[in-house]
T-cell receptor
Framework: AQSVTQLGSHVSVSEGALVLLRCNYSSSVPPYLFWYVQYPNQGLQLLLKYTSAATLVKGINGFEAEFKKSETSFHLTKPSAHMSDAAEYFCAGFVSGGYNKLIFGAGTRLAVHP | KAGVTQTPRYLIKTRGQQVTLSCSPISGHRSVSWYQQTPGQGLQFLFEYFSETQRNKGNFPGRFSGRQFSNSRSEMNVSTLELGDSALYLC?????????????FGSGTRLTVV
């Protein structure tokens, strides 16, 4: 089955600490993977995308993610958290084969405390 | 470059009514997808349109329908509204809808059914 799984519905970090948000995908999901961020009462903003180029993908706002095929993972990291990073983050995979849609993980709410 | 525009931002409707939501994609983007976001079910794919044709449809009842116009603008319609249709409806714009060029989301329409 095609699926994207985010480990941890809530993550809390201190300002300045490392941010690590975990995402695993099923092997049937093609290697088009995305991370989106959603602020309250807003839509989804693309942070970064992996489309079979470099395995380490750099995105906006200092975020990056590494595609690891052997682990079927696409974890999102940021070296130093900022208060403005508090939001909900979604990992998504593109499903082709006639479906042409994104499937999303359940989301991880990131809290950043002083 | 203008982003994806969804109107209206907020809607309150009564059970049994119908509603039409609008989405204007980024200029030059021919694929428009719709997603429903609820706290219980997360982000779920509704349907995708490309060049005025519905290419794919998610697992939603026939009360949910859509269309796309020659200028790529899209509308979705929900008839006979139910309380469970209360959600944030997100539109995503893509050049081709094949995954590699990514998806840009609008700010969404928050529908409340009372």
């Amino acid at each position: 089955a095609q699926s994207v799984t985010q480990l941890g519905s809530h993550v809390s970090v201190s300002e300045g600490a490392l941010v690590l948000l975990r995402c695993n995908y099923s092997s049937s999901v093609p290697p088009y993977l995305f991370w989106y961020v959603q602020y309250p009462n807003q839509g989804l903003q693309l942070l970064l995308k992996y489309t079979s180029a470099a395995t380490l993908v750099k995105g906006i706002n200092g975020f990056e993610a590494e595609f690891k095929k052997s682990e079927t993972s696409f974890h999102l990291t940021k070296p130093s958290a900022h208060m403005s990073d508090a939001a909900e983050y979604f990992c998504a995979g593109f499903v082709s084969g006639g479906y042409n849609k994104l499937i999303f993980g359940a989301g991880t709410r990131l809290a950043v405390h002083p | 470059k203008a982003g994806v525009t969804q109107t209206p931002r907020y809607l309150i409707k009564t059970r049994g009514q119908q509603v039409t939501l609008s989405c204007s994609p980024i200029s030059g983007h021919r694929s428009v997808s719709w997603y429903q976001q609820t706290p219980g079910q997360g982000l779920q794919f509704l349907f995708e349109y490309f060049s005025e044709t519905q290419r794919n449809k998610g697992n939603f009842p026939g009360r949910f329908s859509g269309r796309q116009f020659s200028n790529s603008r899209s509308e979705m319609n929900v008839s006979t509204l139910e309380l469970g249709d209360s959600a944030l409806y997100l539109c995503a714009s893509s050049i081709s809808g094949t995954g590699d060029d990514g998806y840009t989301f609008g700010s969404g329409t928050r529908l409340t059914v009372v």
